[in-house]
């Protein structure tokens, strides 16, 4: 085996967790295609792999399936005992507002920087079916077309911290998050006024590349909401 080629490949495959072409959580292709497809040995590949799990950047599961890694899931673990109940205080509704204001407004400021033309065009999907869905849907089920559109701009920022964050952050606070909209439906009966336009107006920014808009439009868009809290 040579040496060379398998610090090649595992330099090679930490420049795509870094830059986000390979998102945590999702699967790596198997040793034998990454094998065939790179032109190198079976060994090599396993050699990469290998130290990549030994640095703690991937975990290999049950049949050989490597899977990546948040790389800040170690430094995210809140004690459970009580979590679910904080999903119903307003002070930490507010709190987790505050961070997302900041948290989105950056993801998208990148997002409009960096996503690829493929992932603009899913963002430009999603978009257009988030339009089209409303209409008898549960406040559960806004809750979740919600998130995910933010997490696919963030999916798109290319920004390492901002995708590891995003995804424990709206995994780990969903229940504030969903709370936040249930508090504002039941207070006003209806989805904000502002909510729709908003969407847009962070859609159109990323799509056009208008970084700086893209940043201020989705910052507004969370504070809009965070301002509901406040009434």
Do not use: W
């Amino acid at each position: 085996m040579d040496k060379s080629l398998s610090e090649s490949l595992l330099q090679q495959l930490k420049e795509s967790f870094f830059s986000g072409e390979l998102l945590p959580g999702t699967e790596l292709v198997s040793q034998r295609r990454m094998s065939e497809s790179k032109g190198l040995s079976r060994s090599t590949v396993r050699e990469a792999i290998g130290q990549l799990e030994a640095e703690g950047y991937v975990e290999v599961r049950h049949g050989g399936k490597t899977r990546v890694k948040n790389l800040l899931e170690p430094y995210f673990n809140m004690p459970i005992e009580g979590v679910s109940a904080l999903g119903d205080n307003v002070d930490f509704q507010r709190q987790v507002m505050d961070v997302r204001a900041m948290l989105e407004g950056e993801a998208a400021f990148y997002a409009a920087t960096r996503a690829t033309d493929a992932q603009l065009q899913a963002l430009d999907a999603e978009y257009q079916r988030m339009q089209k869905r409303g209409q008898g849907e549960t406040t559960l089920e806004k809750a979740k077309d919600d998130l995910r559109f933010h997490m696919m701009i963030a999916e798109s920022s290319h920004h390492l911290l901002i995708i590891c964050f995003s995804q424990l952050f709206y995994t780990r606070f969903f229940n504030a998050i969903y709370g936040v909209l249930t508090r504002t439906l039941q207070k006003y009966g209806r989805y904000p006024d502002g909510i729709r336009s908003q969407h847009g107006a962070i859609h159109q920014a990323i799509m056009a590349r208008e970084a700086e808009n893209a940043r201020t439009a989705a910052t507004e868009h969370i504070l809009y909401t965070r301002r509901h809290l406040d009434e």
